[in-house]
Structures are given as structure tokens and as C-alpha cells.
């Protein structure tokens, strides 16, 4: 079966740099992958979706790579400022022609000022 | 445009009694989503409509959650009987095109 594995610990960066999450997934090859911004107490806010024929995505201050033989995607902020301070998850198609989403845990991410 | 809408938005059951929520997608978003989130953890589908067919429902423990989504529109959630494990947010999502978009999700306590 699927599985995604997103550093869960907080990652603490200060306000100005550029963070960096990961996703890594196994035993799957799927067609497209997506990031969300969970804020407590809110449902998952969606970000940027980038699929397998792709290496890259842009939006704002915010880039996505994806790469399908390492099975690995990065999701940097630039310019990170406190109120990028939320949990980030990653997700995957489950194919099958369905499109829900299998998640990963998420990575904590807290900005410093 | 009004987002997600769900229902109640906290629930405080006690174990083996019942318990329904109810989600009201984006107008004219023909998928809708349940998906449930343990604390600590990331959200898990339970169970995918496309208008009132169900598409996926491979993870949806079918012995104590139903769900149903009647003319394809609002869907509800139900759990009878409630266990201890089942305490979790419950998040409703709605797509059009692929993107989705969640509800703020309800909270459920079981004690």
C-alpha cells in the first residue's frame, strides 16, 4: 500500500529564510502530488498540485519540485515570514481513477522573527 | 462563494452510542469527500461520492459508518456504535476539477 513519510518534528526556521519540507513515498507511482496548509483548527487549505511529468512548480513564494525516481518531492518557502508558522501536508492520488488523497502527517513548520 | 459547510462542529458522545454529521459541499461540486483526522496524524479518506454514487469506499470500517449522500448534495456521516478510536476530526471536502476544498471539520470526543 501507499506510504508517505513527511518529517512530523517541527521545523524551526527564522523569518527571512527559506524553508525547506519532504515528502518521500513508497510502493506507489502516482500521477500527481499536492500540497496543503492545515492551520489548527481549520480543514487542510490547498496549495499547489504538480504531476509526474512535471519537475517543478512555482507560485508566489512557493516551489515545489517532484521527483519521480527518487520518489521524493521538496516544497521550499522563500522569504518565510511568521504568519507561513502551520502544519504542511503532502498528498497523493490513490489512482484507480478515484482521486481522493492518501496524506502524510504533515511537518510542523514554525517561522522565527 | 461559500465554502464547505459541516456540521455540528464539536460532539461529545459516550462509547456504543450513535453519532451523524452532516456536510454541505460548494454549489455544484459534484465530488464529496469524508475524510477522518487523528490527532497527530494526517487526514484518512473514508469514503468518495461522485454525485450520489460512491467511488471509493475501501476504508470506510462499513460495520459501525454509513454515509450517504442523497441527491447529490448535502451527505451525512454516521457512526453506530461509537468506539473509544473513532475520536478524531472528521473533515468533509468538496472538487469540481480536482482541487479540494475542506470543510472546518467536526470534532468528535468519544468517552
Known amino acids: 500500500s501507499q506510504k508517505i513519510e513527511q518529517n512530523s518534528e517541527a521545523l524551526n526556521i527564522q523569518e527571512g529564510k527559506t524553508a525547506t519540507l519532504t515528502c518521500n513515498y513508497t510502493n506507489y507511482s502516482p500521477a500527481y502530488l499536492q500540497w496543503y496548509r492545515q492551520d489548527p483548527g481549520r480543514g487542510p487549505v490547498f496549495l499547489l498540485l504538480?504531476?509526474?511529468?512535471?519537475k517543478e512548480k512555482r507560485k508566489e513564494r512557493l516551489k515545489v519540485t517532484f521527483d519521480t525516481t527518487l520518489k521524493q518531492s521538496l516544497f521550499h518557502i522563500t522569504a518565510s515570514q511568521p504568519a507561513d508558522s502551520a502544519t504542511y501536508l503532502c498528498a497523493l492520488d490513490r489512482g484507480g481513477g478515484a482521486d481522493g488523497l492518501t496524506f502524510g502527517k504533515g511537518t510542523h513548520l514554525i517561522i522565527q522573527p | 462563494e461559500a465554502g464547505v459547510a459541516q456540521s455540528p462542529r464539536y460532539k461529545i458522545i459516550e462509547k456504543r452510542q450513535s453519532v451523524a454529521f452532516w456536510c454541505n459541499p460548494i454549489?455544484?461540486?459534484?465530488?464529496l469527500y469524508w475524510y477522518q483526522q487523528i490527532l497527530g496524524q494526517g487526514p484518512k479518506l473514508l469514503i468518495q461520492?461522485?454525485?450520489?454514487?460512491?467511488?471509493?469506499d475501501s476504508q470506510l470500517p462499513k460495520d459501525r459508518f454509513s454515509a450517504e449522500r442523497l441527491k447529490g448534495v448535502d451527505s451525512t456521516l454516521k457512526i453506530q456504535p461509537a468506539k473509544l478510536e473513532d475520536s478524531a476530526v472528521y473533515l468533509c471536502?468538496?472538487?469540481?476539477?480536482?482541487?479540494?476544498?475542506f470543510g472546518p471539520g467536526t470534532r468528535l470526543t468519544v468517552l
Open positions: 461520492f461522485q454525485n450520489n454514487g460512491v467511488v471509493d
Open positions: 454549489s455544484g461540486h459534484a465530488t
Open positions: 471536502a468538496s472538487s469540481l476539477t480536482g482541487t479540494q476544498y
Open positions: 504538480i504531476r509526474e511529468n512535471e
